[in-house]
């Protein structure tokens, strides 16, 4: 009798067709299951985030290595994205009162987290990142929630904490944050001044007035309810008293013998509201709410006041000024920014003489010396790494030798008309639109492109160290990918 082979020894084409058979969370979990398993498998991530417009917010990633798009938990309609970190979405809801409520979400295992209340105006909250692994008792998150202002919450408060207005010059505004480790923050403007808020350790604690929710007090819920078979009328879904709701929630009554393709309409009325802000003080300090977080100018150290003229190494002192689309990014533990001319082709006239043409869509991508003054500067390479910006927390990869990238490229979210994920090469100078593939949509069905979505087993989110990963041989040798599963397995064929 032959021997048996092991599970490691599967023909890849084999395990190819299995593992487009797969959803999103098996995929993954699949590469993780051995060395031969992770090479025969294309990495899930990056992927495009992808929803339909209709009255399902039905996510898909579309993934650029693996050409094919994951079908995501449903999602309640009225959801907007603002932020996209490790596998997890920040959802910004409007509820029928017109107040928003602010839920983090995993969408491949169905788990969210419902965020204290924010009590400012939600429609400017512009992006929010947070923890990269968080937990009820255990998470942290920053957000845009004006032009000058920054808010922050931790695990156990009561409510967001809204800091003092940020110091910035005439006419200037926040623009893009990034989440980094150790619990900084660093906050970017539109013309390029960056600021760091430091935010207070984390801490477990439980969620405020956890123990006086009983058990018969479900938790309001982004997740679209399954299916139905049977007619459903209303049902009313009360929300904790900490938060100062009751809701209604409506189902669409359908019958067993309608079109089980058509959407279940869910929507969110209130049926009684207490403004928050009349009944507790507006200090965001002290008991059961956030510990001190503290913001300061990045030049602080060197004592240096921000201007373009010194901050920026000509030319592009002047060109910061029409590149009005700008974010932050970490990449081999080093500071970038990422500038975008998001209006026409324009030619500039250089105070020291001469022109400078800058071309609709071209990306400008400098890099932060601190011991050098002007201290920003172009780089014409990323030594085959690429950056991915956008509504996401932003990621840099080495791309080099992955199935669908290209090193060397900034990945953005935009183009003419409907947003699309776009590729700008810094070797041509040219934006192009990425070959995502087919969402599971019907031809011709509306859609939007999100932002970027990465799963947790890419481990160069904006981290200022470099992160010991295991080695991928399609990468040329580079520390791409890994997980505590790919780890164990890694180890076990080594002792083989």
């Not at 030619?347 to 043409?357: I, S």
């Amino acid at each position: 009798m032959a021997p048996f082979r092991r599970w490691a020894d599967l023909p890849p084409d084999l395990l190819c067709r299995i593992g487009d058979r797969l959803d999103l969370k098996w995929y993954a979990s699949a590469r993780g299951a051995c060395t031969a398993w992770r090479c025969a498998l294309a990495p899930p991530s990056p992927a495009l985030l992808v929803v339909a417009d209709d009255a399902r917010w039905c996510p898909y990633a579309a993934s650029l290595p693996t050409r094919r798009s994951f079908e995501l938990t449903a999602i309640v309609s009225g959801s907007r994205c603002v932020g996209s970190s490790n596998g997890w979405l920040a959802l910004s809801i409007v509820l029928f009162s017109g107040q928003t409520v602010f839920v983090l979400l995993n969408p491949i295992a169905a788990v969210e987290i419902v965020l204290p209340p924010l009590i400012y105006e939600s429609r400017w909250v512009s992006k929010v990142v947070f923890t990269p692994s968080p937990a009820k008792d255990d998470f942290a998150a920053a957000a845009i929630c004006d032009i000058d202002r920054i808010a922050y919450v931790t695990a156990g408060a009561r409510r967001w904490a809204v800091m003092e207005p940020v110091r910035l010059t005439s006419g200037d505004q926040l623009t893009d944050v990034v989440y980094t480790d150790k619990g900084k923050v660093y906050c970017l403007t539109k013309c390029g001044d960056v600021h760091v808020l430091r935010l207070p350790e984390r801490r477990r604690r439980k969620p405020a007035n956890a123990d006086e929710a009983g058990p018969s007090e479900p938790e309001f819920s982004v997740l679209q309810p399954p299916q139905p078979t049977e007619r459903i009328n209303f049902r009313p879904l009360r929300w904790q008293h900490q938060r100062n709701f009751r809701m209604l929630r409506y189902e669409q009554a359908r019958t067993r013998d309608q079109d089980p393709t058509i959407p279940l309409r869910v929507t969110f009325c209130a049926e009684t509201f207490i403004p928050s802000y009349k009944k507790v003080p507006p200090e965001s300090q002290g008991p059961h709410l956030n510990a001190l977080a503290t913001v300061e100018p990045l030049l602080s150290e060197a004592n240096l006041p921000f201007n373009p003229a010194t901050v920026f190494a000509p030319p592009y002192d002047t060109v910061s000024s029409f590149t009005s689309a700008k974010n932050l990014v970490f990449c081999e533990g080093y500071l970038y920014q990422v500038w975008r001319n998001a209006s026409c082709t324009v030619t500039l006239q250089l105070p020291a003489g001469g022109q400078r043409r800058v071309a609709e869509n071209e990306i400008l991508v400098l890099r932060y010396y601190p011991r050098r003054q002007p201290c920003w500067d172009v780089v014409k390479d990323l030594g085959g790494h690429s950056l991915f910006v956008g509504r996401n927390n932003a990621v840099s990869m080495y791309a080099e030798g992955v199935p669908g990238l290209k090193g060397n490229c900034v990945y953005w979210i935009g183009g003419r008309g409907r947003d699309q994920g776009m590729v700008f090469d810094m070797e041509s100078g040219r934006s192009t639109p990425c070959r995502a593939p087919p969402v599971g949509f019907l031809p011709g069905h509306p859609h939007s492109t999100i932002c970027w979505y990465f799963l947790s087993d890419v481990m160069s989110i904006n981290n200022s160290y470099n992160t010991s990963v295991s080695s991928s041989s399609s990468s040329g040798g580079r520390k791409v990918y890994q997980t505590r599963a790919r780890a164990r397995a890694d180890l076990a064929d080594m002792e083989e």
